[in-house]
């Protein structure tokens, strides 16, 4: 497989009113054209700052990053992301914030008719083709997160950047949008990038799950793959013992090895 | 006692819904599909349970017309042995002679009521639509460009407490006829709220909504029609509503300098008459003007705002 994203020793400092702050140090990592990988750590470790970084929102203080083999030095459509508060416009319906996206990267060949189709066609996907043309303000949360992965998804692009998407959302809901997640990134073949802290979704969705440490200057401590064959269905892994296998070496990076920030300062 | 009854449907109806949120808890089925199915027959149900609301009603319309009906009353009494200053009786029947025809014509000093709030009205929108035409796009370049807000802010907060009455004579200069002064009048003193609100609105964009903006790539002309211009809508009212609120007021003490046919100049006309029924039902007329004015923007901010 050759590598999608390439992440070469990014740096990221913010110039703030308190002065200067080291979010990321020493990020060196590659993304393969297909695979899904999860960043995880603690609050405030930059997983969302190292997401942006690829998403083009923020540029680097040092280093480059890659995708396609060109250098990332805007946002652009072919890295969709899933903002965490799904960042829907109140003003236009599922429909109309959809067919914004899908106006943008295919006005230029599609026909008005194939346009709308594309829209209807990323809303049905995720199971959202009853609600068309209501606002976001008469949907429920888990399915505004629907309607923005839709969004995303909409857009054909060559990576699928999520920054928590789930969790905002209730247990059951989250399950529910995971399962969804995972048939329709087989279905597309989608390369993913998704900052997570919740164990369980990183080794259920995952090729390999990116472990941070904890800020300030966080970087990236450990890289654990995961060997379950797709498709994978939660009710049976949570009794398999690579599943627990690989829960467990997660926890015991998040817990035992960094569970404090104080503990890592000191380190 | 009334109240009581009238009370109870109204606190029954949030009961069921915790009920429903149990149910949702419990039932094994995947929580999205939860949703669909429990949320509509709950809300019909809340719908068909509430009868028409009266308890609401009287507490809407019963206390603005004891309001009303108070200052009458202590407009009567204090006018009961009074001889300059009429009382509401002789004020309603004049009102109801002038009323009776509102649109006669004797001579350019001399006109119906009606013409004179329409030539007001007509200054008002005339003067009152330039300032939302320079206004509006003037507070959008403000709240995009810092270097332009931090170059204009100063001046704005140095012009817009000038009284609008200081503005006439130069309008008077400039212009060198008594409507453009008085048009000219409501155009600069209403300008800065459209100006302040919209630079503001736009400000007050979510970043969320400009990450939006930026991932898709969007065209300067799409953020502006999609993105800002929805998102700074509410704000913009705001502003278009206090706007008029002040051009209306002006217009009266503009009309009062300038004389010809409005208002305003009825009402100096008829105080030089020594008619003091018809100022006070220019007063009425004005302040029931100004309300509707500002009814109506309300009614338009409504139906452009969104909720989120």
Same mark, same amino acid.
């Given at each position: 497989m050759t590598s999608f994203i390439d992440v070469q020793n990014a740096e990221m400092v913010f110039e703030t009113k308190k002065g200067r702050f &080291? $979010? *990321? +140090?020493e990020i060196r990592l590659t993304v393969d054209n297909g695979e899904f990988v999860t960043l995880i750590g603690h609050s405030g470790c930059g997983k969302s700052t190292l997401l942006n970084l690829i998403a083009g929102l923020l540029t680097p203080t040092s280093g480059v990053l890659l995708c396609d083999n060109r250098e990332i030095a805007a946002p652009g459509p072919e890295r969709a992301v899933v903002f965490q508060n799904h960042s829907l416009l109140p003003w236009l319906t599922c429909f109309g914030n959809v067919h914004l996206a899908v106006e943008r990267v295919f006005g230029g060949n599609d026909s008005k008719a194939q346009l709308n189709e594309r829209t209807r066609a990323a809303l049905e996907l995720v199971g959202m083709g009853h609600a068309l043309h209501k606002r976001p303000h008469e949907i429920s949360g888990g399915m505004k997160q629907r309607v923005g992965i839709a969004r995303a998804l909409a857009m054909e692009p060559k990576v699928l950047l999520l920054d928590e998407?789930? @969790? $905002? *959302?209730d247990a059951l809901t989250r399950a529910h949008l995971q399962d969804e997640l995972l048939k329709i990134v087989a279905r597309t073949h989608s390369t993913v990038v998704m900052v997570t802290h919740d164990v369980d979704e990183a080794v259920l969705l995952s090729d390999r799950i990116v472990m941070m440490t904890n800020g300030p200057a966080a970087t990236i401590g450990e890289i654990v793959r995961v060997d379950l064959p797709r498709p994978r269905d939660r009710v049976q892994l949570a009794e398999d013992a690579r599943y627990v296998h690989y829960r467990k070496e997660v926890l015991e990076f998040l817990y035992? +090895? &960094? @569970?404090h920030v104080q503990v890592a300062i000191a380190a | 006692m009334v109240s009581a009854v009238f009370h109870s449907p109204l606190d029954t109806t949030p009961v069921p819904l915790p009920g429903k949120t149990i149910e949702l808890t419990r039932s094994a089925a995947p929580a999205a599909h939860a949703f669909n199915v429990a949320e509509p027959p709950a809300t019909k149900a809340a719908v068909a349970r509430v009868p028409f609301d009266w308890r609401a009603l009287w507490l809407r319309v019963l206390p603005p017309l004891i309001g009303v009906a108070l200052l009458i009353g202590i407009w009567g009494l204090l006018t009961l042995k009074s001889s300059t200053f009429p009382t509401p009786g002789q004020t309603f029947d004049a009102a109801v002679k002038l009323f009776a025809d509102p649109f006669y014509q004797k001579g350019p000093n001399d006109q119906g009521i009606g013409w004179n709030i329409l030539s007001s009205l007509k200054r008002v929108g005339l003067g009152f639509g330039m300032a939302a035409l320079v206004g509006i796009p003037l507070g959008f370049m403000l709240g995009r460009f810092e270097f332009l807000n931090r170059m204009v802010s100063p001046l704005v907060s140095l012009l817009r407490p000038v009284s609008p009455l200081a503005w006439l004579p130069i309008g008077l200069l400039v212009f060198k006829a008594a409507n453009p002064a008085a048009i000219w009048t409501i155009f600069i003193c209403s300008i800065w709220p459209m100006i302040i609100n919209t630079a503001v609105g736009v400000q007050r964009v979510p970043v969320d909504y400009l990450n939006v903006a930026r991932v898709l790539n969007l065209s300067e002309w799409r953020v502006m029609t999609r993105i800002l211009f929805p998102a700074v809508l509410p704000y913009m009212l705001t502003g278009v509503r206090l706007s008029v609120g002040t051009a209306w007021l002006v217009i009266v003490a503009a009309e009062m300098l300038t004389g010809g046919v409005g208002i305003g100049f009825w009402v100096w006309d008829e105080w030089n008459n020594l008619n003091v029924k018809h100022i006070l039902i220019a007063i009425f007329v004005i302040g029931i003007v100004g309300l509707l004015l500002e009814q109506m923007l309300m009614a338009i901010a409504k139906r452009f705002s969104f909720d989120d």
């Open positions: &080291h $979010a *990321l +140090r998407p789930f @969790g $905002a *959302l035992t +090895r &960094h @569970g | -």
